[in-house]
């Protein structure tokens, strides 16, 4: 398991947080929300009687019938709603929904919590209107809670990411890890690759304009292939193409999605 020093001090951030807060606002990437719910968030939510609500964020990233397939789904334990932070989409829903919320109440308080890299700070300043929390394709660039006003009674709770004690390959899939800061970048990238082939295979041709082999590995050195990433003797660059895939992945370019 990595980090666990770091987990556990997100792990205690992530307690306080649920503490302060009145609601907690869950943000998960709509291309793999099973991945991406945190069963310390959600545990910690029902512990505490806190209401919970998904926000599948990168709404833009997968097709409808995908989403509301999802939302279905979900919804059976939690409220949903679809949102993408780059496209109009879900916003007036979770104005709505934080008027309803603040309705009764002189001050609210909303947490916003998830893994890194899932959007929390987009969110945000997308509901903001404007930049007031730091977003980054590299995962874990926010630090420490911030409190941000919305509205004259309603205020966010900006979050660092929450993980759980998990291994790095896994948290490099969920985006939740820098794929430079992984040892084998190849075997990470080869599970990555694994997976979009039995979910969709032509999100590789799509991005790639290569064939992909059924083979993870081929697939990558096809990869590597196509982006001249050649290294001494003709050979390709594995650990390269293996970055580049995992970073093409954290910043949408590959458009597979699966439950
Ligand atoms: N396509 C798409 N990309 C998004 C969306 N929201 C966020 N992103 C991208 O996802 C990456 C991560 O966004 P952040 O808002 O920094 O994520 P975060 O959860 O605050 O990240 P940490 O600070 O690491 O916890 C950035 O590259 C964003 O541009 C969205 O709705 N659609």
Redesign the pocket.
Known sequence: MEKPREWLREKSIAKKVLSDADVIFE?VD?RIPFETRNSVIEQLAKERNKKLVIVM?????VPQWFARKVKKIIEKEFPVVL?????N?GKREIDNLIKELSHKKKIIKIGVL?????????????LKRKRV???????????GEKLIKLYRNVYLI????IITLEYQSDLALK??WIPDKLEQPVEVAQKLIDRILRERPEALEETYGIEPDEEPLKTLEKIGKKLNYVISGGKIDLERAARKVLWDW???KIKAYWI
Do not use: Q
């Not at 964020?57 to 990233?61: I, Q, T």
């Not at 949102?83 to 496209?87: D, P």
């Not at 929390?133 to 630090?143: C, E, F, I, L, N």
């Not at 900006?158 to 990411?161: A, K, N, R, V, Y």
């Open positions: 943000i709509a964020n990168k709404a833009d990233l949102f993408s932070s780059h496209k989409i998830g893994y890194p890299n899932v959007g929390k700070s987009s969110f945000i300043n997308a929390a730091t977003t980054s394709p590299k995962p874990g660039m926010t630090r900006d979050t660092p990411g985006c939740s954290i910043k949408g």
